[in-house]
Structure formats: structure tokens, C-alpha cells
């Protein structure tokens, strides 16, 4: 996956709370193959609504997604994190997330950020009335700007999270960084023993 530093761009409002995976990505979307292809269909149901903050273009290509307390509740489906993330969405900040969603967005580069609520109510505001508006998520600072003038709004993160996205470090590259001594481990088992393949 690519590396993880600083997310800057347009901020996307979605002022709705327990959003489950299910309204990120519709059941009938999972019977695909691939692990792509999903980001069209995402909120698809709510799309029908001419009105859905995704139907308005002011927010077309916007990286940063904010919205309301225990975003990605409801199944353990990792084709919801797949969905945001091939939309465009590059950062979400939320006060709370469902933590098997949390989990797999940071397997696939996806950076949540928990912020208190009046710090999303001040975030949501500025991006309903001001379509456009720019946010800057910088990972390695572990803070948010809002180019309102006030310092950067920190946010917590878990230290090897932080380091597995800065690095772009998914579960297959940390098992490569030990492979020498996988082999080495596999060249001593004595012959009877099962081998790994490769």
C-alpha cells in the first residue's frame, strides 16, 4: 500500500451518526471477485436522493470524509473501507469508529481520525456552508488544520498503526521484512516436518 503522511484537500460532510457498513456498501455490491470496483457503488442507497451530499459536484475529489460518532459500525465487511477508499477518500474524522472498520482501514491505508465532537460539529459546519473548503490531515504531526487561525487539533493514534501507514506497510510487507529469517527458520526443521511453500 502507499505510504501514509499528510492529506491535504476539500473536506466532504456526511453529518449522520451510526453509518454501518451496510449504507457504506449495499449487500447485493459483495458478490463480486474482485477486491476493486466497489467506490461507484458506495452509499448507493442514498444516492437516490437528489439531495445526498455525494450528488452535489462541489465536493467531486475531495480526499477528507467527515462525519458523526460510530462511522463503519454494523458488519465486519472490508469491502466498506475498499468502497471510501476508491471513491477518493484518503482520510476520515469522526469522534468514534466501530473498531473492526477502524482496523480494516489502517490494513489498507485508510487513516481514521477521532476527534472530540465539537471539533466534527465546527468541521461539518464549515464544510456545509462552504463547499471547497480545505482541511489538512498531517499523520506523522498527528494533527488536523482547519485554516480557521487556531493551532492544529490533535488526534491520538496507535504507535504501530502510525508506523505501518507511514511506512505503507500492509500484513504481506511486515511478514516480507522477516524473510530471511523465515527461510532460515524453515532450512533448520528437519526434513520430516512440513515446508512453506515458495
Known amino acids: 500500500m502507499e505510504p501514509v503522511r499528510c492529506i491535504r484537500g476539500r473536506v466532504l460532510p456526511l453529518n449522520r451518526a451510526d453509518v454501518d457498513t451496510d449504507q457504506i456498501i449495499p449487500a ?18 442514498w444516492r437516490q436522493d437528489p439531495n445526498f451530499v455525494l450528488n452535489d459536484h462541489r465536493y467531486d475529489g475531495a480526499p477528507i470524509l467527515v462525519t458523526g460518532r460510530n462511522f463503519g459500525c454494523g458488519s465486519s465487511r472490508e469491502h466498506a473501507p475498499w468502497a471510501l477508499q476508491q471513491m477518493g477518500l484518503r482520510a476520515i474524522v469522526a469522534p468514534s469508529f466501530a473498531d473492526i472498520f477502524r482496523n480494516n482501514c489502517a490494513k489498507i491505508g485508510l487513516l481514521t481520525v ?13 464544510a456545509e456552508d462552504a463547499p471547497g473548503w480545505e482541511a489538512e490531515v498531517d499523520l506523522e504531526s498527528q494533527s488536523v488544520a482547519l485554516g480557521d487561525g487556531q493551532p492544529p487539533r490533535h488526534f491520538d493514534i496507535d504507535p504501530f498503526v502510525k508506523h505501518c ?34
Open 165 to 198: 501507514l507511514l511506512e505503507g506497510l500492509d500484513d504481506i510487507s511486515l511478514t516480507l521484512q522477516a524473510d530471511d529469517a523465515i527461510g532460515a527458520f524453515e532450512r533448520q526443521r528437519p526434513a520430516w516436518l512440513p515446508k512453506a511453500a515458495g
Open 114 to 126: 477521532a476527534l472530540p465532537q465539537e471539533e466534527i460539529d465546527r468541521m461539518l459546519a464549515r
Open 28 to 45: 447485493k455490491y459483495l458478490k463480486r471477485i474482485e477486491r476493486t470496483g466497489f467506490g461507484e457503488f458506495a452509499f448507493d442507497a
